[in-house]
């Protein structure tokens, strides 16, 4: 206990050192919750979260049909339904941690082997048959809440094949109201249909006898097309809203006209929803679905409840629109970058090529028995570029011989001009890196370090692999005249590359060094 008050209290002093360092700064980004929620992982809550949302209804419904009233029978009834479904809570956050494979097999195990121990349990024990709380429909919901949250996983983290459109299309916001509003009125009419006498008695328990809609199933049609009925005048205000108020009226015209719109609607539209309602044959001289059981249309509580429905719908759409928009824009966003690497890597292979065909016209004028053998190598070279240069990814490996046979070009025709000191990875074959990437390093070095010199000149190249961070360090000697040329186009090119290929993992740092131009680059890359 003194550990944790000694660990709660420096906690709570690194955070108020925090915000004090954080409010001190002219770039204050994060608000106190921020702060306060900056350490704190939320990931178990929001992996539960469906699942709780589940059990708590389901508690409800018990409480709703058992005509409880005191608070203590409602605690006691969601804590006993919690207790029972804890093997539910357990199962699904083993599965969220699990691999995919074995995440299906606990899954399947949780929530098929623990029901089917309860159904044992309750033939087997008639004390814990009237004890038990968790049914057929508790565990119906609570496959519903965790298999939905799996579905809305898979959905975020791969690409949306064609497969995967079809069941994002389900989770659109007009599916989700549709299925909400057809499952509340079948929810409605087996309500009434099981109830006794439920157009005389005001007070109808949320029970639904299965049993009684097979019996009496012309009596259930006869409730469910009306209550379908009204699920199609609810949904119909609702798309008045998100595509003619809110689309239309709030993005194109303001708040203002947005609220004046939206009263107008519930004006008129209050006496004609009214006035269908009453239509129905649920309406008699005892029982209306009118909230005051009367047949005045033009009753304030009606436009109240249209006013409600407009209340609670518009900041529902708002919400998603905005999810809707983010996501487009993420979506522009990423296209954008490939876009621009695609461009970048476009710019590299033409200055690579005219540099290697004027090194083959120079042996060609001098009849030059290297010639075949760099024709050979420049092939290639620019095999690996059509092919291999176009992918996303790479091998380390393939880098590494496409760099190889570079160098052994370079060598072919610098003859003994140019000494080489390199050094290149071990188990370059288990890491992945976009290509054509390291090759301005190189290039840069033989063109400012040995092209323009007669003279002897030392190159030094080393490439050395850490785990997964690959270090790349190249070192040359420069001259007067193309020392300020040294980091141009090629360079900026592969700055801007590593920014959007390596955001935060990777380092690149070059400079004259005495007489010498020196460059190293840092990667963290990924596994194969």
């Known amino acids: 206990m003194d550990s944790f008050v000694i660990e709660f209290v420096t906690g709570c002093c690194k955070t108020l050192r925090i915000i004090g360092n954080n409010r001190s700064g002219s770039n204050a980004r994060y608000s106190l919750f921020d702060m306060l929620t900056k350490n704190i992982n939320l990931t178990l809550f929001y992996v539960q979260l469906p699942l709780f949302c589940a059990v708590l209804l389901e508690a409800h419904i018990h409480f709703l049909w058992l005509r409880a009233t005191s608070a203590n029978e409602y605690m006691l009834i969601v804590g006993q339904t919690l207790i029972e479904s804890l093997p539910f809570f357990i199962t ?68 949306k094949t064609r497969s995967l459109k079809f069941i994002y299309r389900l989770f659109s916001l007009n599916i989700v109201v549709t299925l909400l509003l057809v499952g509340w009125a079948i929810a409605m009419a087996g309500i009434f ?29 006869g409730f469910l097309w009306q209550f379908l009925l009204l699920a199609a005048l609810i949904g119909g205000i609702y798309i008045l809203n998100r595509y003619g108020l809110i689309r239309q009226i709030l993005a194109k015209q303001g708040a203002l006209a947005f609220v004046s719109c939206a009263l107008i609607s519930i004006i008129i539209m209050t006496p004609v929803a009214a006035s269908l309602i009453l239509w129905l044959p649920l309406n008699n001289p005892v029982f209306t679905l009118f909230p005051l059981q009367n047949y005045h249309i033009f009753s304030p509580v009606n436009y109240q409840l249209l006013f409600w429905i407009f209340a609670i719908s518009t900041p529902l759409i708002l919400v998603f629109e905005r999810q809707q928009q983010d996501a487009a824009l993420a979506r522009i966003a990423q296209q954008q970058t490939y876009t621009e690497l695609k461009l970048l890597q476009q710019q590299i292979n033409p200055h690579f090529l005219f540099n290697t065909l004027n090194n083959l016209y120079a042996l060609t004028l001098t009849k030059s028995d290297d010639a075949p053998n760099l024709v050979v190598k ?151």
């Not at 899954?107 to 159904?119: D, E, N, R, T, V």
């Not at 033939?123 to 298999?147: E, I, K, N, R």
């Not at 370090?449 to 997964?468: A, D, Y």
């Open 92 to 159: 699904h956050h083993f599965a969220h941690k699990a691999a995919r494979p074995r995440a299906v097999f606990i899954w399947l195990l949780g929530f098929l082997c623990y029901p089917l121990l309860s159904l044992v349990m309750n033939s087997q024990s008639a004390y814990f048959s009237d004890w038990s709380l968790l049914g057929v429909q508790g565990w119906l919901l609570t496959v519903f809440a965790s298999a939905a949250w799996f579905v809305n996983r898979v959905l975020k983290e791969r690409n």
């Open 378 to 528: 420049l092939s290639n070279l620019l095999r690996y570029t059509v092919y291999e240069g176009q992918k996303e990814q790479v091998t380390l490996a393939q880098e590494v011989s496409y760099l190889k046979d570079f160098v052994a070009l370079q060598e072919i025709r610098s003859h003994d001009r140019c000494t080489l000191d390199l050094k290149w990875p071990e188990q370059d074959d288990k890491f992945t890196i976009p290509p054509l990437l390291i090759i301005m390093l190189l290039e840069n070095a033989f063109k400012f370090g040995v092209e323009p010199t007669i003279e002897k000149s030392h190159l030094r190249f080393h490439m050395q692999l850490s785990k997964n961070i690959l270090t790349v360090v190249c070192e040359n000697p420069i001259f007067t005249k193309t020392q300020e040329s040294v980091g141009g186009m090629g360079l900026e090119n592969l700055r801007r590359r590593l920014i959007l290929l390596y955001p935060g993992k990777h380092t690149l740092t070059c400079g004259p060094k005495g007489k010498l131009w020196f460059a190293k680059m840092t990667l963290e890359l990924a596994p194969c």
């Open 193 to 221: 249909n099981s109830a006794q006498d439920p157009l005389g008695n005001k007070f109808i328990s949320a029970v639904i006898d299965i049993t009684n809609i097979f019996d009496e199933f012309g009596g259930f049609i």
